[in-house]
């Protein structure tokens, strides 16, 4: 099936943002449960194995996911972490019906998303270091020295002016409703707005 262009889309595409640890998943899922049927959340491809300890989402080989972005099969993809990470192109699909689609990005993605759909809202969710240093060692995956390096790290993208920025250190139904908040005033807004 050939794929439309896409200045054609009336839906809007929400990038999530943010520190590990910070609750990405958790907003994104809160919004999932309050909003079914409403918005869409696009599962990311991932070259690692899907476990309990980690976001849920497909996993390719790094040579499958090479060759998917070959044949264009991914509207974004990005390295993280030493992983590929990438969105299926179909999400285009849902844009093109003029939903609102979801998805958690790296912030280093963030120019190669608004080149791609001018539009994009993008929605960084933070929290309190101690907060994320005491959720990154209850996922287990990494020591304290490593996430030591992850709380230092700084990230040297610049995020839109736009940005809409979510404080998740406290109980998720707080952030989870000002996301809700934002998705439901984007529903109501009428493309371009």
């Excluded at 520190?19 to 990405?24: I, M």
């Amino acid at each position: 099936m050939a794929r439309r262009a896409p200045g054609d889309m009336t839906g809007t595409f929400v990038a999530v943002v943010g520190s590990s640890g910070a609750g990405k998943d958790s907003v994104m899922a809160y919004a999932r449960e309050r909003m079914a049927g409403d918005v869409v959340i696009v599962r990311r491809v991932v070259t690692r194995e899907a476990d309990g300890g980690s976001e849920d989402h497909d996993t390719m080989t790094v040579d499958q996911f090479a060759a998917a972005e070959t044949e264009g099969r991914f509207a974004l993809s990005w390295p993280a972490h030493g992983l590929r990470y990438g969105l299926p192109v179909e999400l285009e699909d849902d844009l093109h019906e003029g939903r609102v689609v979801i998805a958690n990005l790296s912030r280093a993605v963030i120019p190669q998303l608004v080149t791609r759909y001018p539009s994009a809202v993008v929605v960084e969710v933070t929290a309190d270091p101690q907060v994320i240093a005491t959720r990154l060692a209850g996922r287990g995956r990494e020591g304290a020295e490593e996430i030591q390096r992850r709380m230092d790290r700084s990230v040297g993208v610049r995020l839109p002016a736009s940005t809409v920025r979510i404080d998740n250190s406290g109980q998720l139904d707080v952030a989870g409703e000002q996301f809700v908040s934002l998705l439901k005033d984007l529903l109501r807004l009428p493309a371009g707005d």
